[in-house]
């Protein structure tokens, strides 16, 4: 099943505006998976050299998104949005709930 693009527009837009105190926390793997599987999904394979020694963060994010290379870019918004929903119905609260059908009704 592949996703359409407004589906992976709209994931995007929660994963965005998902307060920092919010009931729904994306660890810091969560983070990475969406990181990679947005830049895949919008870019395409890593186009850049990889971050200095010192920028860990950079490296971290480079890396995830490397390790996704050559996964076509349906996938990688499939991959997304799958793993959000997975993330809002482990919550089970009612912005969840309301997230998850915004998302569905795409």
Do not use: C, H
């Amino acid at each position: 099943m592949s996703v359409s693009e407004a589906k992976f527009e709209k994931a995007v837009e929660i994963i965005q505006g998902l307060p920092k105190d919010g009931p729904v926390q994306p660890t810091q793997d969560d983070r990475l998976f969406f990181y990679k599987y947005y830049k895949q999904a919008t870019v395409g394979d890593v186009n850049t050299s990889r971050p200095g020694m010192l920028d860990f963060v950079g490296k971290a994010k480079w890396d995830a998104w490397k390790s996704v290379e050559g996964t076509p870019q349906d996938e990688a918004r499939t991959n997304y949005v799958e793993r959000l929903l997975e993330i809002l119905k482990a919550s089970d609260d009612e912005e969840s709930k309301q997230y998850i059908a915004v998302i569905e009704s795409i």
